[in-house]
């Protein structure tokens, strides 16, 4: 029997061009397999993992999370398409530089010892046993007044006070909350002229809250929300990716010290309205009360105020003004203003 017929098949069975595409499909298997072997990226490989200073441009990439801890991850075979997990946390950040380095940005996460995971995808593909240890710090919060801004009428129906957010470790607590107000942006000319233009659809709600001071990312000692809190108010920030706020005053979180003082008021036709029990407009127990009118004459008025303080270096302060006597002080309340001096100090009662 000859090899080929008068057909062209091999040996009578086979066409002789489909078994040359046959043989030159098998000889592309070793090649391509070949080819992967060398071409493909090399799998992640974490050999060291170390603590690393957190930079300055580092807390805009956390976005207003609170930014725990930065590890630098050595080894090889790392890629930008790469996420880490601290546990089962996600980071804040995969930083790759090279395939030999990269930075991971940890947000909050419970004090212990933790695994470092990377993951491509859904698969894990390195990890690094216990490589991870965060510190039982002690976090420092200040109090802020102000205004909780761009808000729905369902969301500011919905703040309670009391309210601490998230749990177990709160950026912010409620601790007072004022009406719900229609919405307003100011404009500003200079430093002492503005106006307000209201905001169509959302309203906003004067608040007093406590609110994480975050390490600072510049000279400020302190920062929310990542932005640091050194400028003139109003200063504008993100409360734990909850809500905006708008500052306009910074307090102790501790209690104020309650301290009486006799103040001489002057205010024209206003001294008229004052009498006991007027309150200031300030919604934490900082606020001062009208606890006695004494005497008064056309011009003046001797009021008794009980008030809240805080110490600072210049002595008792209260709302970022010195209380002592021949120091200015101002009443504000829902029916009027009026200002004048205080004379004595006296513990209070």
Same mark, same amino acid.
């Given at each position: ?6 057909r =062209? ?5 086979v066409?002789?061009?489909d ?5 030159f499909v098998?000889a592309?298997?070793?090649?391509g ?9 090399a799998a992640?490989?974490?050999?060291s993992v ?6 300055r441009?580092?807390?805009? &990439?956390?976005d ?6 930065? *590890?630098?991850v050595r080894?090889t075979g790392?890629?930008? #398409?790469?996420?880490? #997990?601290?546990d089962?946390?996600q980071?804040l950040a995969?930083?790759f530089?090279?395939p030999?380095?990269?930075d991971?940005?940890?947000g909050?996460i419970?004090p212990?010892?933790?695994d470092?995971i990377?993951?491509?995808g ?6 690094a046993r216990?490589?991870?240890?965060i510190?039982d710090e %002690?976090?420092k919060?200040v109090r ?6 761009g808000?729905?009428?369902?969301t ?7 309210v ?12 007072a909350?004022? +009406? &719900? ?5 100011r %404009?500003r000319?200079g430093l002492?002229?503005?106006t307000?233009l209201p905001i169509e659809g ?5 608040? *007093?809250? @406590?609110v994480?001071c975050?390490?600072?990312?510049s000279?400020?000692?302190c920062?929310?929300? =990542?932005?640091?809190?050194? @400028?003139p108010?109003?200063v504008? %920030?993100?409360i734990?990716?909850r809500?905006?706020?708008? &500052? ?6 501790g209690?104020p010290k309650?301290? +009486?003082?006799?103040v001489?008021l002057?205010?024209g036709?206003a001294?008229s309205?004052?009498?006991t029990?007027?309150?200031?407009g300030f ?5 001062a ?10 011009n003046?008025?001797i009021?008794?105020?009980e008030? =809240?303080?805080d110490d600072? +270096?210049d002595g008792? &302060?209260?709302r970022s003004r010195?209380?002592?006597p021949g120091a ?9 203003d ?7 100090i006296?513990a209070s009662?």
């Amino acid at each position: 029997m000859s090899v080929l017929d008068e057909r =062209g098949r091999l040996f009578g069975r086979v066409n002789l061009v489909d078994a040359a595409v046959a043989l030159f499909v098998l000889a592309l298997v070793p090649l391509g397999y070949a080819t992967f072997l060398l071409f493909r990226p090399a799998a992640p490989r974490i050999d060291s993992v170390t603590r690393a200073e957190i930079a300055r441009g580092e807390h805009r &990439i956390a976005d207003g999370t609170l930014l725990t801890a930065k *590890v630098k991850v050595r080894g090889t075979g790392l890629n930008p #398409m790469l996420r880490a #997990m601290i546990d089962g946390t996600q980071a804040l950040a995969f930083v790759f530089e090279n395939p030999n380095s990269a930075d991971v940005l940890i947000g909050p996460i419970a004090p212990g010892t933790h695994d470092l995971i990377l993951y491509d995808g859904v698969q894990e593909v390195a990890r690094a046993r216990g490589a991870v240890t965060i510190q039982d710090e %002690v976090r420092k919060y200040v109090r802020v007044v102000g205004w909780i801004t761009g808000l729905d009428q369902a969301t500011a129906q919905a703040l309670k006070v009391g309210v601490k957010e998230p749990q177990p470790t709160p950026d912010f607590e409620i601790v007072a909350l004022g +009406r &719900i107000e229609p919405a307003r942006t100011r %404009v500003r000319l200079g430093l002492d002229r503005h106006t307000d233009l209201p905001i169509e659809g959302q309203v906003e709600r004067e608040a *007093v809250l @406590n609110v994480r001071c975050d390490p600072p990312p510049s000279n400020s000692p302190c920062s929310i929300g =990542g932005l640091a809190i050194a @400028n003139p108010p109003p200063v504008v %920030v993100n409360i734990g990716n909850r809500f905006t706020f708008e &500052i306009l005053d910074i307090l102790p979180t501790g209690a104020p010290k309650k301290t +009486r003082a006799i103040v001489r008021l002057s205010g024209g036709a206003a001294l008229s309205m004052i009498k006991t029990g007027d309150r200031d407009g300030f919604l934490d127990e900082r606020a001062a009360v009208v606890t006695s009118v004494g005497a008064r004459d056309a011009n003046s008025v001797i009021v008794a105020l009980e008030l =809240g303080t805080d110490d600072s +270096r210049d002595g008792p &302060i209260y709302r970022s003004r010195v209380v002592k006597p021949g120091a200015a002080f101002a009443l504000s309340t829902e029916r009027y203003d009026v200002t004048g001096v205080i004379t004595a100090i006296e513990a209070s009662r």
